[in-house]
């Protein structure tokens, strides 16, 4: 854990801070000057300005690193500053306005985020959550945090075959009751409205016609473990009015009983639909909506984070496998495979990987003969990054007013922070864009100093 501040001025208020965290037991260490962040940190800053703004920027890594952004003084923030410095990386903001001990609310939320952090990177979870990128990272912690340190129903959201399932899984995983259950999953799409009582709630014996035998519903069977709700946008809303009073009071009666069972079980449910949509439409139970949304959580589509892809298909591939050896994969498959849409998400690449895997032999790379002939492109890959998605970005920059410099300038210092982030060095960045490092090493003083001059 690190520290540093931006600006004069706020060494009294960050020595005495950084005192009552030693005191109770967490001791940030000086960022050394020139060197990258690593970890969760502090940033100390006596105004809001652009130099703040950029050294956030740079040490989150967009995000990637939890950085708590600490105001001296309230005379540092402006009206809409909170919400910039959010944007710019932060992940919380705390203000030194001596109403109150500071001290405490960090400690907290620095133990809270290493807790979760340590999680995040544990094999059990990785060996469900696939990814290495901050988009992935951001979600594995919104999903690691609700399911270790909350116990309210949640909502998972997401295009179709963007992993919910798994996720759920994940809840159950991080259950911290003495007597974790099982998951029990049903899956409301597929439920006919003459069986659905039977299906949630169970039946007795003799019940309706073909009744021989009392069975128990979902509700019984999640009783001490977690009950998802898969595609609960699909239920018809007569069937969601007999689950609101069960899923409000955790009680039900079997079919054909007169008797009221509790239940204790973790909700999760999940859906490709907008149901706040739905809901103010009069397609989906309101009512029913807050009673299952307490959090929400949205998994983010295949393309909006790429840099996952290779570690997926990695990840099906040793699943495949019939021996220990890792394969490798050839350098025009991988172009392949992160050039290619997705339009089922990751369900789609765990399928394509299938496909691959059964076509290849030996223990040699995957090559491009592995790729099915169906599957194989007719035009350029590297022409794929240029689509629909590149467009709307540039479309939303023009609606706003940014001029083409602007833009060009957006462009190219998102490009250098990829590279750089992706290769590691700026050598194997500027390699990889096509330019020198000097070009790379001029560019980036440049910008310090703008930033230094705005300031």
Known sequence: MWHESVGTGSTAAARSLLGALAHAGISPAPLPLGESADGPGLVFFTEDGPQTVQRLHETSRDGLNRVLAVATSGDALRNDSPWRLLHAGASD???????????????????????????????????????VGRTWRALA???????????????????????????????????????????????????????????????????????????????????????FLDEIGDLPLPLQTELLRAVQERTYKRLGSNTWRETSFRLVSATNRDLRNEADT?????????????????????????????????????????????????????????????????????????????????????????????????????????????????????????????????ATECAIDIAVEVEGTLQSAARRLGVTDRALQARRAAKRQRFAADD
Request: contains cysteine; charged residues 25%.
């Open 93 to 131: 903001l705390v203000v030194l306005d001596g109403r109150r001990d500071a001290a405490v609310d960090i400690e907290h939320r620095l133990r809270r985020w290493h807790d979760v952090d340590r999680l995040v990177e544990s094999d059990a979870v990785r060996s469900l959550l696939i990814g």
């Open 141 to 227: 912690r919104s999903l690691v945090e609700a399911a270790r340190f909350s116990d309210a129903p949640i909502l998972l959201l997401g295009e179709t075959g963007t992993g919910k399932e798994v996720a759920a899984r994940l809840v159950q995983m991080l259950d911290t009751r003495p007597r974790r259950g099982s998951l029990v999953v049903v899956d409301c799409g597929t439920i006919s409205p003459e069986l659905s009582g039977s299906e949630f709630f169970g039946h007795v014996r003799g019940a309706f016609t073909g009744a021989t035998e009392t069975r128990d519903g979902a509700f019984a069977l999640a009783d001490g473990g977690t009950l």
């Open 282 to 410: 009069g397609r989906f139970r309101r009512d029913l909506y807050y009673r299952i949304a307490s959090i929400a959580i949205t998994l983010p589509p295949l393309r909006e984070r790429t840099e996952d892809i290779i570690p997926l298909v990695q990840h099906f591939v040793a699943h495949q496998q019939r021996n220990n050896e890792p394969l490798e994969i050839d350098d025009a498959v991988r172009s392949y495979l992160l050039h290619r849409t997705y339009p089922g998400n990751v369900r789609d690449l765990k399928q394509l990987v299938a496909r691959i895997m059964l076509r290849h032999v030996g223990n040699g790379p995957i090559t491009v003969g592995d790729i099915p002939e169906d599957e194989r492109p007719y035009t350029d890959v590297h022409a794929a990054w240029n689509d629909a998605t590149f467009a709307g970005v540039i479309r939303r920059a023009v609606v706003q007013g940014a001029g083409m410099r602007d833009i060009k300038d957006a």
